[in-house]
């Protein structure tokens, strides 16, 4: 089935120490998106690939990047991690802007 | 600044009624509105779409309305059951511009 698929499910890392999510698609989208999920909170867009094309929202602090080096990959980098950091990162695709949006199911990262 | 509301945070019925969920916004023209059913540690699931110059859509037991006028929609689901409690999310859309989530509002249909 295509799918989007995120690694790792669950990852912490300590304080100050920089760490990597990855997303994958199977579905050949344009778009992949990463979006910042706390506790009962709706998800907080930081930032989206149309095709090569970076797009980062206004208030994404700088701590966070992005890669995107194929259709299929995306990264999330997070050079300093702060306590605040800490929550449920989800990457979504979609076929381009406008259309519904397909999440994976996450990666809850703790920070110590 | 934009904002979006939803109706409260959350809602309880009774199984088998009409639950009617409710995204308000301002300071925000949508293009599109869409609807999203997340359930706990997952990601959101997409639902319905409604573009700005329709009123109205449906897709089996779930209806969505979008009054550009009023800066509402929303979304209904009739004969609801159990399986149907989640949280439901609204999403702001302008053509790829500040794409948005509402706050949510957590459903629970009660047997």
């Known amino acids: 089935d295509a799918m989007v698929i995120q690694n790792p499910r669950y990852q912490v890392t300590q304080f100050g120490k920089p760490v990597t999510l990855s997303c994958s698609q199977t579905?050949?989208?344009?778009?992949m998106y990463w979006y910042q999920q706390k506790s009962s909170q709706a998800p907080k867009l930081l930032f989206h690939?149309?095709?090569?094309?970076?797009?980062n929202e206004a208030d994404t602090p700088d701590n966070f990047q992005s890669r995107r080096p194929n259709t299929s990959f995306c990264f999330l980098d997070i050079r300093s991690p702060g306590l605040g950091d800490a929550a449920m990162y989800l990457c979504?695709?979609?076929?381009?802007?406008?259309?519904?949006?397909?999440f994976g199911p996450g990666t809850r990262l703790t920070v110590t | 600044s934009q904002k979006i509301e939803q109706n409260s945070e959350a809602l309880n019925i009774q199984e088998g009624k009409t639950a009617t969920l409710t995204c308000n916004y301002t300071?925000?023209?949508?293009?599109?509105l869409q609807w999203y059913r997340q359930d706990p540690g997952r990601g959101p699931v997409f639902l319905l779409l409604?573009?700005?110059?329709?009123k109205e859509k449906r897709k089996e037991r779930l209806k969505v309305t979008f009054d550009t006028t009023l800066k509402q929609s929303l979304f209904h689901i009739t004969a609801s059951q159990p399986a149907d409690s989640a949280t439901y999310l609204c999403?702001?859309?302008?053509?790829?511009?500040?794409?948005?989530f509402g706050p949510g509002t957590r459903l629970s249909v009660l047997p």
């Open positions: 979504a695709t979609g076929q381009g802007h406008s259309y519904e949006q397909y």
């Open positions: 999403a702001l859309d302008n053509y790829g511009q500040n794409f948005v």
């Open positions: 300071n925000y023209s949508p293009a599109y």
């Open positions: 690939y149309y095709d090569k094309d970076f797009n």
């Open positions: 409604i573009r700005e110059n329709e």
């Open positions: 579905l050949n989208h344009n778009v």
